[in-house]
Nanobody, 116 residues
Framework: QLQLAESGGGLVQSGGSLRLSCEGSGFSLDYYAIGWFRQAPGEEREGVAFISSDDSESYADSVKGRFTISRDRDKNTVYLQMNSLKPEDTAVYYC??????????WGQGTQVIVSS
């Protein structure tokens, strides 16, 4: 069964850091662009960071310089390192394969709460 599982969220103070993980099972992430997305209460889901199959990275302006996306091919996992977190980063974070649009059904995501 093809599946992506997000983990690593939690409660952190403003200025703190978290690392989110997106682990693939049933298939290799190597051949896909992977995106991290987030959805805050009452807001639409937005793309935060993307990593291509050849490891090119791109970021939303709101997180540029603070977040870093990376992949570990041995662990079949894509990470989102989030530093200098702000209260406005509070959201449920999701990952998905990306090909001009999300390829998979959205999972449960992982909740990030940043307190001021």
């Amino acid at each position: 069964q093809l599946q992506l599982a997000e983990s690593g969220g939690g409660l952190v103070q403003s200025g703190g850091s978290l690392r989110l993980s997106c682990e693939g099972s049933g298939f290799s992430l190597d051949y896909y662009a992977i995106g991290w997305f987030r959805q805050a209460p009452g807001e639409e889901r937005e793309g935060v960071a993307f990593i291509s199959s050849d490891d090119s990275e791109s970021y939303a302006d709101s997180v540029k310089g603070r977040f870093t996306i990376s992949r570990d091919r041995d662990k079949n996992t894509v990470y989102l390192q989030m530093n200098s977190l702000k209260p406005e980063d509070t959201a449920v974070y999701y990952c998905n394969r990306w090909l001009g649009g999300p390829l998979d059904s959205w999972g449960q995501g992982t909740q990030v709460i940043v307190s001021s």
